[in-house]
């Protein structure tokens, strides 16, 4: 073995050692965010396969559990999760806590956090030293060991807020791995370090030499190390099951037990009863009598996989061991003569991914799952705590233990759909649900968390694969695989009647709100409805695919439809007609869910992406590319979180909806603009909560590809104004409204000076003379002052305004469009101000050019009802000018008879038109 020590032992190697906290974070890719959902957090995660660690602060103990790339802290008194801690980059390997800091291996970097936050990071001495799976920290030194046989010593600064290399030790031999780390306690800067070859070694780090080597090899590797509560004595487990309690000073081992699995984790009790529990790769733990040499008890199936923790809390009877099947347990002995466990809190998830999720109950606290580890579960969306398993009878266990099964083995199968109703849950069962390759629903009682009585099977005793519960919560609804739906009253478990027609799998049924009619789809691309009370067939639609699920939004009466040829279709339940169809998915659709609204139908498919369509136009209105596929979603009652779940993860994924605080386009997205998202992290850090949301500043809409369309479609089409209707009725009623307005009465005189103004006595003093001179003498120097602003003015009256510039423009050019535009713009009471404005005196130019106007802008047929007001306040206010002067000015005359020209020649086109278009409809109405 080679070694290379650091010589300047007490310098900081900053660069190699010392990193800035924020590196070792996931930082957010830079990519463009959904239009209406953002990443909040990942529910659902407990622990995985990396050992707990236990921290101890006072007379509190706070047990952390790795899940993934970010760990979490319970206090081990109610196992409440305090905080996590922050997402790294890599997954994170090992858990060692010193004081109140937590250090976590991820890759080749050394984390260290205080309280969840991140606080420095130990950075690797090499870029090769591999990746860190084992951690151990005493005194001040933290010690790494890598799958590549790297061990390096780190050493806390006095502050414990940076770390310092202090030695790198490399082991040569390829051939062997470092399997096993620990710190026999009073071994002043030594370390044990055990090996897949089943050999030992100790090695002093502060020389960075090997102190000793075992020279013969134990059965099997070493796969886990505890220390005893006495001196040089360690408890080494191996991979055939072997446990050795040995002296590593003496080299002498003291017992030897002999499991039957693989040994995964090993504590002794330190309350008094020498014992030592050690857990095996098959999910059991055994407790052994160290005294008598012999086994007391085996706890079978403590986990439904293998137990990678164990550990007794120091001085009580409590035993805390945690899994990958996502749980965390702690264990009571209730005397310290018994040896036999028992269960006194725990914590717990999905231990496989999730197949359906639905939200329970109009609040959006309980989220109801089921999942391939067959359980089925409550999530609270405000609580951790609260979120439970619901239990399928009290005899699970013991059945299991009769016939020498897991738990597992002896559960209802995995749950393919799940349907609840909220009524009637005081009452009796309300939930349902269907099993996989089962031919019979299991009711469900939401009140007790608990399996209800009552089995529901298929008359036709094919699997079902659907289920739905009435709105009133008195009947459920099984669908087979042979096309039949079955009723059931929920209450007494009666069947009540079928419904038939089904050729093939009936893979959705519901009720609409009234119950008047059920609804069912199946795999023959039928839409069936039925009459509620006597199950007879009442009509169909063929929709000329499988469908493969359906969802009703009740209160809209809309019925989503996902069908084998990836389309979704809308049908409302009341005319009984496709009102939309949905495309755009490349592959098969998995699930959709209708918003609170109606307004939106979301939908997840096998292509990686989950799209939102708006039913009002039809268009795709948001769409992201997900890292894993999305195999069952749920939109919130209170419309806050999108809920997903995906085919490789166990946890359920919240996106906060922006669209509560965002206004979101209803512009058509392109597949070129689907884009992918970072999925929700535990922690929640890089997404956004509904206070984010709500102070997000709303995004500008690109309008690239948008289409605009013409002012006027065609030359000969009368065309109106895209101008509101208020402002031209305001301009023809102007005067009315202003008579309107008028007070009734002029205001009256106070009767009484108020009584800021100065008294006789006050006048008499002289205390006002000097500021009625200022005042005087301010007001004569203000009124030189307006006399000449007015002289301004005066000479700048005759000047032309835009009005009037843009008349003789237009006049000159033959194209009055800019000064239509000038006159479309501007509010009722300055057009008709404008236009009492016009010069009166002779040759009357501005009259007749703006008559000329009108003509032009009526020739072209646009802004047909704007030209008609204009012209009315024109003649309303000029109409004595016109008459008195139509003989005197030829240019006013010959424009006043165009006009009358192409007003007499638009009104016939138009009446033949309407009377044609009132003919036409009268002869179909005859018919």
Known sequence: MSVEQTRQKRRRHAPSAIAHPTSSLVKAEAQRPSRIFSPFRSLGHVSNHIPLDIQVRGAQYLVTTSVGRAFQTYDAAKLNLLFVGLQAKAPIAALKSHGNIMFAASGNQVLAYKRGKLIFTIEPPTANVGTITHLEVFGDYVIAATDVNHITTYRLTPTADAAELWTHITLPSKSIRITALAHPPTYLNKIFVGFSNGKYAVWNIRTGRQVYTSPAAFPAAITCVSHSPVI??????????????????????YLTFKAQHRITALSFRTDGPQHLATATSNGDICIWDLNKSK???????AHSAAVTSVQFLNGQPVMVSASPDNSLKEWIFDSLESAVPRVLRQRSGHSAPSTKIRFYGPASHWLLSGSRDKSLRGFSLWNDSQTTELSQGPGTAKLAASRGVTVDEVKLSEIVAVAAATAREKDWDNVLTAHKDDNAARTWNWQSRRLGAFTLPTSDKTAIKSVAVSVCGNFGMVGSSGGVVDMYNLQSGIW????????????????????????????D??????NFNSGVLVTELDMGSAVTSTELHRSSDLLALACDDLSLRIIDIETRKVVRELWGHTNRITDIAFTPDGRWLISASLDSTIRTWDLPTGHLIDGVRVGSICTSLAFSPTSDFLATVHVDGIGINLWTNRSQFVPVSARHMTESEITAISMPSVGGEGGAGLLDAAFEEAEEESTEGDFESAEQLSEKMLTLSLVPRSRWQTLLNLETIKMRNKPKEAPKVPEKAPFFLPTTKELSSGAFVEDAKKTEAANTADGKKGRKALAGVGADFD???????LLREGNESGDFSAFIEYLKSLPPSTTDLEIRSMQIRPPLTLLTLFIRALTSRLRSKRDYELVQAWMATFLKIHGDVLVANRDDVPELRQALEAWRGEQEREGRRLGELVGYTAGVIGYIRGQ
């Open 232 to 253: 040089d004595v360690l408890s080494i487990g191996c991979a055939d099951g072997t446990v050795l309690v040995h002296n590593v000073k003496a080299d002498e081992t």
């Open 295 to 301: 086994i007391l008890h085996v706890v079978r199936n």
């Open 496 to 523: 009540r009647r079928k419904f038939e027609g089904a050729s093939k799998a009936v893979t959705g049924v519901v009720s609409d709100g009234l119950n008047k009619h059920v609804i069912t789809t199946s795999l």
């Open 525 to 530: 691309g039928k839409v069936r409805f039925y």
């Open 799 to 805: 000047a032309e305004g835009p009005f009037a510039r």
